[in-house]
């Protein structure tokens, strides 16, 4: 058995310091709270005015605290556009997530407490809103100001009814890839549907405690994109080729669950199959204007560069009503002063000011994917690749500017943002406006 030495009068000494000077140090930090959080209101404004042009400076001056926050309520508030958000895969290892703002190009380091989000982020929301679930339980939180919906029991996971599923057995786990809401988060009726690797799609609402997650399509089918759109639920098949809308009822428990679908062929684009590291996640789902839009990386011939074509579901010329059965669909040949932003689990359409600075322009597509591409690899547009010094933390990028083999008057141009390692998972995040 190891023997353990007494404590000498110096070490005995050198912990009291220790423990005091920690205990000072975190007083210390306490009274430099309340100073800030005491400043007057119109020195607050007065900063905060001189940051209108500097969307990441706004954005920690807000993230000081409520009191700030509450000081500026009244100023008119900036729209903001989406930030790349860089999430560590390791482990056990730095928590520290990386946020670059395309508008100025500065970099936020976000740094949860421990256990507040899980290591894999697989939906979000507008606001700053992301959703967990490896490791397990789901975990809804605002990465900006830390809030944290807290899930009951019955929603902090996900169980199957199938056997073999063994209601979260960890033998058959049921692998999430994308979690979607009609509404806020916040709100109880907000329905969340998760897109699953092998148990279809699951549905729940957060103001149903007792009603548990509902499941559709066990085993039976897969979906390589869902999204919401006027609070109705639509996905397109793994296979690209149909978009299903499904209907949507709530059952006794006053829980969501889906009792039908209408299918949709997808026939306006002619795809070709190719060794492209994104297609993958080349079909995407996104709520353009009000109206179910599908972005589709497609190619003219084999070997030419690949593109985006964006369909939008229009209404019905003699009903009026925008339905799946009449298979009405519309290209979109321009977005106008938008631009969109696509990637594997959140996808959005936002307005792009005339007097934008920064990498983003109107009129243009980013997309963001978590493979790690080689240098060879078919992309659309122009490249973004993305490296973390491990040295410093620092966030290092390069824009590869490519040439189109053919200039199609109906492209959309885009940008494309990959990771040069496979260490982090990316995704845009479009923060509140501030």
């Not at 946020?99 to 290591?119: T, Y």
């Not at 059952?251 to 492209?276: E, F, Y």
């Not at 199609?408 to 494309?416: A, L, Q, R």
Request: charged share 25%; proline share 5%; aromatic share 8%.
């Amino acid at each position: 058995m190891p023997i353990r030495m007494a404590a000498t009068g110096d070490e005995r000494r050198n912990k009291l310091l220790r423990r005091t000077g920690s205990a000072q140090a975190t007083m210390a930090r306490q009274r430099q709270r309340r100073s800030f959080s005491m400043l007057a209101d119109d020195i607050l404004v007065t900063i905060y005015r001189l940051l209108g042009d500097y969307p990441s400076s706004r954005a920690r001056f807000a993230a000081v605290c409520r009191s700030w926050r509450a000081a500026v309520a009244s100023e008119p508030r900036v729209p903001v556009l989406p930030w790349l958000l860089l999430s560590p895969r390791e482990v056990g290892g730095d928590r520290t997530r990386l946020a670059r703002c395309l508008e100025d190009g500065a970099v936020m380091r976000i740094c949860p407490r421990p256990g507040v989000v899980g290591r894999r982020l697989v939906g979000g929301y507008d606001g700053c809103w992301v959703i967990s679930c490896h490791p397990p339980p789901i975990r809804i939180v605002n990465l900006f100001s830390g809030a944290e919906l807290a899930l009951p029991e019955k929603l902090s996971k996900i169980a199957c009814p199938r056997r073999d599923h063994g209601r979260g057995d960890t033998r058959c786990p049921i692998v999430v890839s994308k979690v979607v809401f009609s509404e806020p988060p916040t709100s109880d009726g907000c329905i969340m549907a998760a897109m699953t690797e092998n148990c279809g799609i699951a549905l729940c609402r957060v103001g149903c405690p007792e009603g548990g997650w509902t499941i559709h399509g066990c085993q039976v089918e897969s979906f390589r994109d869902i999204a919401f759109c006027n609070g109705e639920l639509y996905g397109v098949t793994r296979d690209g080729h149909k978009v299903v809308k499904f209907d949507i009822t709530l059952n006794k428990k006053r829980a969501p669950m889906i009792t039908g679908d209408t299918r949709v062929a997808l026939q306006m684009v002619s795809r070709h199959k190719s060794r492209n590291s994104c297609k993958e996640y080349s079909v995407y789902l996104v709520d353009l204007h009000g109206k179910l839009a599908i972005a589709m990386m497609t190619w003219w011939l084999l070997g030419t560069e690949p593109f985006f074509k964006v369909y939008q579901l229009v209404d019905n010329e003699t009903s009026g009503t925008t339905t799946c059965c009449n298979n009405k669909w519309e290209e979109v040949t321009s977005l106008g002063d938008h631009a969109l932003f696509l990637g594997q689990i959140f996808s959005k359409v936002v307005h792009v000011p005339m007097d934008m600075c920064g990498d983003v322009e109107r009129n243009r597509i980013y997309y963001s994917n978590n493979s790690c591409r080689s240098l060879n690899a078919e992309v659309h547009g122009d490249a973004v690749k993305l490296t973390i010094s491990y040295e410093n933390g620092d966030l290092k990028y390069e824009r590869e500017k490519r040439t189109s083999i053919a200039d199609y008057d109906e492209k959309i141009t885009s940008v494309g943002y990959f990771m040069k390692c496979g260490r982090h998972d990316i995704m845009w995040l479009l923060p509140p406006d501030i």
